[in-house]
């Protein structure tokens, strides 16, 4: 069955860093467009990245541009988020998605990413 799997999140001071990994598997990787969506506290669904199947196209949810970088490998059927510049709006319960016919059909469990000095 398909299942995605985030790690790499926790505490960072304003300023600092941390990479967020999604390991996948039940499904070609290489075939679907994935994303980033979080959630902060007290708030609803908030999507942040996504990056094509093939590595390509990139984008972002403009408060995160040229802070965050989404990748992907491929062979290791694995997702990433750099994140980088962290400020304390940044904390959010962070997903994995999978894209499907223009929505979000599999979702990983989360991963906490808080910033706080």
């Known amino acids: 069955q398909v299942q995605l799997e985030e790690s790499g999140g926790g505490l960072a001071q304003p300023g600092g860093s941390l990479r967020l990994s999604c390991a996948t598997s039940?499904?070609?990787?290489?075939?679907?467009?994935m994303s980033w969506v979080r959630q902060a506290p007290g708030k609803g669904l908030e999507w942040v990245s996504g990056?094509?199947?093939?590595?390509?196209?990139?984008h972002y949810i403009d408060s995160v541009k040229g802070r965050f970088a989404i990748s992907r490998d491929n062979a290791k059927n694995t997702l990433y988020l750099q994140m980088n510049s962290l400020k304390p709006e940044d904390t959010a319960l962070y997903f994995c998605?999978?894209?499907?016919?223009?929505?979000?059909?599999?979702w990983g469990q989360g991963a906490q990413v808080t910033v706080s000095s």
């Open positions: 998605a999978r894209e499907y016919n223009a929505a979000f059909d599999s």
């Open positions: 990056i094509f199947g093939d590595g390509s196209d990139p």
């Open positions: 039940g499904f070609i990787f290489s075939n679907y467009r």
